[in-house]
């Protein structure tokens, strides 16, 4: 039987004035897992049980909190929609003399919808499906579910109550001014919105802007935890009909958060490094633990990018869930393998010395009739770092670590790293950290402890893939304080060539960077999926094609 009512709590009350309203709502911030239908319920039990307990008349959960969000193609599969459903009937049963709002997919027929099933006095009082289904960037609904057709208000205990999914609130002339305008009392947004550096501010001008539009006040829920490549940051709020912020959730973390729908304004923090680090920490945390891992390896160059990636793991973890492996060829200098066993003092990790020099020389030997009459290039370099990822991955299939590759954005832009090599691994935790912020997060961590986890000689290292003698990245790439404005501008904001050269960038860089950007589409659709950081990820997010002709 599909979870829908056809007519709705009758709404024959007399106006309730703002002054009049008087309701304890809580914002349950939940870390779902995808297709964890029955832990999920589970935790939604447990959270309307809390809730109860603490005097709330309305306990709010994220949008698809039974499911998950993304469900991605299990939506094509029936028995999970008829799991979902199932465990529906389970939590309404469980509800009793609480109001609930908890995210679901609902069935029509043949087709399915993104919806919030509201539930009150031990029964489905009635659902609200989803109007706008985003298809951008990471998001695909338009694929799986079909839009609602209309916006409702509900009766919460003579309280005039307006729901809404995500989207929905960020569409000018939209759901909320639908049910604004059909008398709502206050408005609920369930929300699983990803985060990246920056979005949190973008989302409380716009809730703060509709709740002053519409004079209302507005309840926003949003998911928090890691799901493959996104981010779910939490940070659910709740607005009053001012605009004024009056309550937030934590940010990055479980939390019930239980109050009313008036009071005086709070100012939100903003710290962009404190935020982007708790990112990378909760998509590594919860990526290595959902998908069933203990332990994960990196490996250690003594350089800036596996030193961080390392540094993110053990606050991830735990020390004792990482291991680092310096992997030295007749190139690494011994300054670079110390540095790499006082990072791992520092951190308190298993480090452990494998040296590739015989393997180095067994390629060598291997390869000397084929490679006769040519002069080493970068295919020896190359060989070194595909030998380290072998290590790596032997590492991994013996002993069920997790790899984690250690390329940052910027590298991966332009190709400046090996396929099978470096980017070897199951996830790649920095690979939408540019390099430039890749050492800003570094200082951020120092800092924040209090003391040199990273030691200052990475720090201030000139940075260097160190497969040949004497190499540095300059060798082969424009400064990073150069290069990363130009990939911000082309793959972020999407800028033309032309477009780049007039914000004042060398035209002969800016063309040769476009190319190898492009040039290595092949690459970067072949590595582990990364932490989504910045507006415009590689991944899911970015579907350029491999073969492609067109030109800047």
């Not at 465990?87 to 003399?97: C, K, P, V």
């Not at 290069?483 to 793959?491: E, G, R, S």
């Not at 914000?503 to 932490?531: C, L, T």
């Not at 415009?536 to 997010?541: D, I, W, Y």
Request: with cysteine.
């Amino acid at each position: 039987m599909a979870f829908y009512i056809a007519m709705f709590d009758v709404l024959e009350k007399a106006e309730v004035k703002m002054s009049d309203l008087e309701c304890r709502v809580a914002l349950a911030q939940l870390n779902a897992t995808v297709g964890d239908i029955e832990g999920n319920a589970r935790k939604i039990v447990e959270y309307i049980g809390k809730a109860r307990e603490d005097g709330a008349d309305l306990v709010i959960f994220p949008e698809l909190a039974l499911t998950g969000y993304p469900p991605k193609d299990l939506l094509l599969k029936s028995s999970f929609i008829r799991a979902n459903r199932e465990a529906l009937e389970r939590i309404i049963a469980e509800t009793g003399d609480i109001a609930a709002i908890v995210g679901f997919v609902d069935e029509i027929g043949k087709n399915i919808y993104n919806a919030a099933a509201f539930i009150q006095n031990g029964r489905l009082s009635g659902v609200q499906h989803k109007t706008h289904l985003p298809n951008y960037d990471v998001f695909d609904e338009k694929r799986y579910f079909k839009p609602a057709a209309e916006s409702y208000i509900f009766d919460l205990n003579g309280l005039k109550l307006g729901i809404n999914i995500c989207e929905d609130i960020w569409v000018d002339d939209g759901p909320v001014d639908v049910q604004a305008e059909l008398g709502a009392d206050f408005i609920v947004n369930i929300s699983a919105s990803p985060f990246y550096a920056g979005r949190s501010k973008e989302r409380r001008d716009l809730i703060a802007r509709r709740a002053m539009e519409n004079k209302i006040p507005i309840v926003y829920v949003n998911l928090v935890g890691g799901q493959d490549e996104l981010v779910f940051d939490g940070r659910s709020y709740v607005f009053n009909k001012e605009g004024a912020l009056i309550a937030e959730c934590k940010q990055f973390e479980e939390d019930l958060l239980i109050t009313n729908l008036d009071g005086a304004g709070i100012i939100p923090e903003e710290d962009p490094l404190k935020e982007i680090y708790g990112a990378l920490i909760l998509g590594i945390r919860d990526y290595v633990r959902k998908n069933g891992f203990k332990k994960v390896v990196i490996g250690l160059s003594g350089g800036i990018d596996s030193a961080l990636t390392a540094a993110l793991a053990a606050d991830a973890l735990g020390a004792q869930n990482v291991i680092g492996v310096s992997m030295p060829s007749a190139i690494t200098s011994q300054a670079s393998i110390s540095d790499a066993k006082r990072l791992a003092e520092n951190l308190g990790i298993e480090f452990k010395v494998i040296p590739i020099i015989d393997a180095v020389n067994a390629y060598t030997a291997m390869l000397s009739e084929e490679f006769k009459g040519t002069e080493p290039d970068v295919t020896e370099e190359n060989i070194q770092a595909r030998i380290r990822g072998n290590i790596l991955m032997a590492l991994s299939n013996k002993f069920g670590y997790l790899v984690l590759s250690t390329g940052n954005k910027s590298e991966l832009a332009v190709g400046y790293c090996t396929l099978y090599g470096d980017m070897s691994g199951g996830l790649a935790a920095i690979s939408d950290v540019p390099k430039t912020t890749v050492y800003k997060l570094a200082r951020y961590i120092n800092a924040m402890k209090g003391k040199e986890v990273i030691p200052l000689s990475i720090l201030t290292k000139e940075p260097s893939a160190e497969l040949k003698e004497g190499q540095k990245d300059t060798d082969s790439l424009p400064p990073y304080e150069i290069l990363d404005p130009i990939l911000h501008a082309y793959i972020e904001e999407n800028r033309s060539k032309e477009e780049i050269i007039r914000m004042g960038f060398d035209a002969r860089v800016v063309s040769d960077v476009i190319w190898r950007v492009d040039h290595n589409e092949y690459k970067r659709q072949q590595a582990p999926i990364g932490i989504k950081i910045t507006p415009k990820a590689f991944g899911s997010g970015r579907r350029m094609p491999i073969t492609n002709r067109y030109k800047e």
